[in-house]
């Protein structure tokens, strides 16, 4: 893998680069849709390739239970498996010691889990994920981390902490697929030290990028940025920064502002599945009786198949009536909104005028910045107003 900062915006952290994988490059910042168990759901690959995807995210623990790293390795890797010939990085497990926490324990040496498709128990160690995610065989590995749901004390951050830093240096010892890379996770909750301190350690263990774990679990927006901050200024500027679990169209424009390379999150097709469709101005819901008439796309500045071919009349019909094909067309528009916004923040930080279309881009939503909220160095102000933070979009 090899990384490469093309331009860097003159107010801001923010940067533009390239990575450079076995399958391909990958234009950053960028977000990568979530195919959780080989799969993004609703859409094809070579839909993924229309809306504009560069790189797709796959969960190593969710393939381990089903159908099995070994079945998926002897079938000729995961991107034969599932038809995809470009980027692909694999989460390691270590969200689901979080998200799956009622059915799992964690110790030093690592995290067992009881599955929550038989009840089956499995022990997860660094070493595990490793050999799984190996097998495998995606472009970027994540090393195996302890997330943290919020709030969390220091009492219990601490030695989590230690735990993801210990886990991490096992991860590095073992891991040998030179065709593959693999990432460090920075944690340390909602503590700026902390975060720090683990960034420091991690960095410490050379990884060939960077990611910040931990965010986006229930602290709010402002504590996110401000962690964000704290943690990619300790990461070198030579390595890719990736910001996990963290991809509305705010945060995606707020964060690469903070130097974020790299995004990934189930929002866009989690949402495209309720119901919930971006547009420039905001966020609709499609099922309201209003839209029952309208025979405007979701966004006419959109140019995706959705909004080409489909009223927002037809998309209402689509999803009140259950139909499945509302669902993925829903998908497909929430994913195209996504890339295009991602290459219009890069041609603001190109340009170096990214703090103006951040402003526009709020302005679009009836959010007014006030003068002194511009960026300065890696620090954003604010909205005047938190409804900039609160706005479901």
Known sequence: MEFRVLHREERTAARVGQLQTTHGVINTPAFMPVGTQASVKGISPQELREVGAQMILANAYHLY??????????LGGLHRFMAWDGPILTDSGGYQVMSLAANC???DDGAEFKSHLDGSLHHMTPERSMEIQEALGADVAMVFDECLAFPASREVVEPSMRRTTAWAQRCREVHRRPDQALFGIIQGAHYPDLRQKSAREIVSIGFD????????VGEGKPLMY????YASAELPESSPKYLMGVGLPEDLVECAARGIDLFDCVAPTRHGRTGWLYTTAGRIQIKNAKHIHEEEPIDAACGCYTCRHFSRAYLRHLFISCELFGLRLNTIHNLHMLTQLMREIREAINGDYLDEFRGAFYARRGITLSGDEGIVGSTLGQPTSQRALEVPV
Do not use: C, F, K, N
């Not at 401000?226 to 901050?229: H, S, T």
């Open 65 to 74: 239970l089903r159908p099995g790293h070994e079945l998926i390795r002897e």
């Open 105 to 107: 324990t964690v110790t």
């Open 209 to 216: 990028g960077y990611a910040i774990g931990g965010v986006s």
């Open 226 to 229: 401000e962690m964000v901050e």
